[in-house]
């Protein structure tokens, strides 16, 4: 068990510009989310996916804001034109259902920074 | 949604003290956990801990759901114990297990 894991760790980037985010879970973890933390504040939840399917999109922050997981396995958040307002932590996190336990586990996150 | 409130937001320990730090949340809740924040930003798994009480070391935790809150308690504090400690909670009945978390404890223990 090798843990989540996140790609980049951090990624500096010029305002207008596409980045992607890329997370591993733990492996056999059906249910992956992805929350995004800003300074001095806790994380916020973006979206969810059981498998290859995205349960929950609504409080992704704008429609520049996408994340999919083709194969159930690993899953890609990506920006498109991203602002100085998207500079923040994204973190990954996985669970297993079906094993009565609840637990969410997180990566290391990906930290990004918009110049 | 659920709303997850955090006290003290901060908290400045001498090495050695104890300390409880206190999580209300507003709704029941099928998962509650807290976490340790290392100072790279990864959340560290403390406790899960929906119900009951449980301890791991100097740590231990308990969730009295009834009254809809949840005590970390930290003894004997280390120089390594610094760091912001969440909360997070999600509300039962949703299905999806997605936590919302409280702003944190930010605890400093000095030397």
């Known amino acids: 068990d090798t843990g989540v894991s996140q790609d980049p760790r951090h990624k500096i980037t010029k305002r207008g510009q596409n980045v992607t985010f890329r997370c591993d879970p733990i492996?056999?973890?059906?249910?992956l989310y992805w929350y995004r933390q800003t300074l001095g504040q806790g994380p916020e939840f973006l979206t969810y996916f059981q498998n290859e399917a995205q349960l929950e999109k609504s409080r992704l922050l704008s429609d520049r804001f996408s994340a999919e997981r083709p194969k159930g396995s690993f899953s890609t958040l990506e920006i498109q034109r991203t602002e100085q307002g998207d500079s923040a932590m994204y973190l990954c996190a996985s669970r297993e259902t079906g094993s009565g336990s609840g637990e969410l586990f997180f990566g290391e996150g990906s930290r990004l920074t918009v110049l | 949604g659920i709303q997850v409130e955090q006290s003290p937001p901060d908290l400045i320990l001498q090495e050695g003290a104890n300390s409880t730090l206190r999580c209300n949340f507003s709704d029941s809740v099928n998962n509650l956990q807290w976490f340790h924040q290392n100072p790279w930003g990864q959340l560290i798994n403390l406790f899960y801990?929906?119900?009951g009480t449980k301890q791991n070391g100097r740590l231990s935790a308990t969730t009295v759901a009834t009254e809809r809150y949840s005590l970390l308690y930290i003894s004997s504090s280390q120089t390594t114990d610094s760091g912001v400690y969440f909360c997070?909670?999600?509300?039962?009945?949703?299905?999806?297990?997605?936590?919302?978390f409280g702003k944190g404890t930010k605890l400093s223990v000095i030397p």
């Open positions: 492996s056999e973890h059906n249910r």
């Open positions: 997070a909670a999600a509300p039962s009945g949703a299905g999806s297990y997605q936590l919302t």
């Open positions: 801990i929906p119900s």
